[in-house]
């Protein structure tokens, strides 16, 4: 049976979020990222955890992650961008078949969501939910419209994204370029990242108003 660990991470800036630490903003009577650890923590499928936090919130994160309940979880210190901090909790993981990282601004992740990712490393190296765009695309310059963009072939990509440890971690050892997300870094390696559908609920929260959205999400969750 492979064994899995898994990566959230904690120790983006929220540019966009207007001095709010959405990450440790309560949505339902816990911090945003207590509810993917939780989530994660329920699959029963990870072996160990790494949550990756900033300078500012790392005490109140390992002051969460002290709970028994926890103690498969450890608390590391991320970089500047995010491929510094993944970088960073990979070097602290012993040797496993599988990882999965996923953003801790991703509170709705569901157990099928993280299924779904675990079913994948059957066929792949690495892969990647996403979602088709459903919107119509534009190429803009100089707040001018250049042309409409064929979005058939166009999809959003999410996490979790599941990686063969031992791939994912050499990757970040050599590739120093910034990216978006670590599926990058495989596609610039000359690696093959398949996909599986994403979830429209499996938000991220990037702007104030998805705070609320994401926890009438959760709240319907509870109600069912």
Do not use: W
Request: proline residues 4%; charged residues 20%.
């Amino acid at each position: 049976m492979s064994v899995f660990s898994a990566i959230i991470l904690g120790a983006g800036t929220g540019n966009r979020m207007h001095g709010i630490d959405k990450i440790m903003t309560n949505i339902c009577g816990l911090p945003v990222i207590l509810h993917s650890v939780d989530a994660f923590l329920r699959s029963g499928i990870f072996e160990t955890m790494t949550v990756v936090a900033n300078a500012y919130n790392i005490s109140r994160l390992e002051h969460l992650m002290s709970a028994p309940q926890y103690h498969t979880v450890q608390v590391v210190l991320g970089g500047i961008r995010r491929q510094d901090s993944v970088k960073n909790a990979l070097a602290t993981i012993n040797a496993v078949d599988y990882v999965m990282i996923h953003d801790g601004a991703r509170p709705c992740v569901s157990a099928d969501l993280i299924g779904r990712a675990v079913k994948a490393t059957q066929t792949s190296d690495a892969a990647i939910p996403v979602l088709p765009v459903a919107d119509t695309m534009k190429m803009v310059r100089e707040f001018k419209v250049v042309s409409t963009v064929d979005r058939s072939n166009l999809f959003l990509a999410q996490t979790p994204q599941v990686f063969k440890f031992s791939n994912i971690a050499k990757i970040h050892k050599t590739v120093t370029d910034g990216v978006t997300d670590d599926s990058l870094l495989v596609e610039m390696s000359g690696g093959d990242v398949s996909t599986f559908a994403g979830e429209p609920e499996n938000i991220k929260i990037t702007n104030p108003i998805d705070i609320e959205i994401a926890e009438t999400i959760l709240q319907k969750r509870k109600n069912l």
